[in-house]
């Protein structure tokens, strides 16, 4: 295998990674959720695989249609094919990726609002689950009360994952991140008056464990529902001959 195959692998993956399921708020790579990858001389085909067969189809779409979206950001990739198995939906979500039909087109009567609705739906929650870890976390190690979190803005937040987390998660719901921008914000980036913030933090945490355990539920049901697999990691072939700078 030359080291450009690999490259191309590894780049075929880390536009993956970047896929995220919507619910979860964690890369599909990591859920397990990507089946298999092969790459030929024509592009390259990945099969995607949920926990079980009645996942929410708006769920299934979506990320097999950002899927989609992100590997054709890979340079010289060729053609992407995307396929969603052993859904009770997969004929008609992979009938409408391989036409680009779009979600509303796809599904027809059945789609109650656009996949961009959908996809702020849940970026919205995942911000107020990393909104609410970031504050809990303040609230645990720098002394902070919860009279107080009015006060925290984002330059209070001590850097790492957590804040870099939060970060882009502001981002994705339009959100400033000005390091002098309250942390504890609604989903339009306005203040949480200071009566209101218990209530709220409490329910962002309620919004955060639902994720967590949904993830944890998740992980659990791929495994016993493909049990008879090896083991869950992404398979992948490369049988691409060609050079991608020549295609």
Do not use: W
């Not at 052993?86 to 004929?91: L, V």
Request: charged share 30%.
């Amino acid at each position: 295998m030359t080291v450009e195959t690999t490259s191309l692998e590894t780049e075929v993956l880390s536009a993956l990674d970047t896929v995220l399921d919507p619910e979860l708020d964690e890369p599909i790579t990591e859920l397990g959720f990507v089946r298999s990858v092969h790459i030929d001389d024509s592009g390259v085909s990945v099969h995607l695989r949920l926990p079980t067969s009645f996942c929410s189809p708006n769920f299934a779409y979506l990320m097999a249609s950002d899927s989609v979206d992100a590997l054709r950001r890979v340079e010289g990739i060729g053609q992407v094919r995307v396929m969603l198995d052993d859904h009770h939906d997969s004929d008609k979500i992979n009938a409408g990726l391989a036409a680009d039909a779009g979600y509303r087109q796809t599904f027809g009567d059945e789609a109650e609002e656009g996949l961009d609705e959908l996809r702020l739906v849940f970026q919205r929650k995942a911000h107020m689950a990393a909104m609410e870890r970031s504050v809990e976390d303040r609230l645990k190690n720098s002394g902070l009360e919860v009279s107080d979190v009015y006060r925290l803005r984002l330059r209070n937040l001590p850097s790492g994952r957590m804040k870099d987390a939060l970060l882009r998660r502001r981002v994705a719901i339009g959100l400033g991140i000005a390091p002098d921008d309250q942390v504890f914000v609604d989903q339009h980036g306005t203040p949480v008056p200071t009566e209101e913030i218990p209530l709220k933090l409490r329910f962002a945490k309620s919004v955060r464990i639902s994720i967590e355990g949904n993830s944890h539920f998740c992980r659990g049901m791929l495994a016993t529902r493909y049990e008879d697999e090896e083991d869950l990691s992404t398979r992948i072939t490369n049988s691409r001959l060609t050079d991608r700078s020549a295609s």
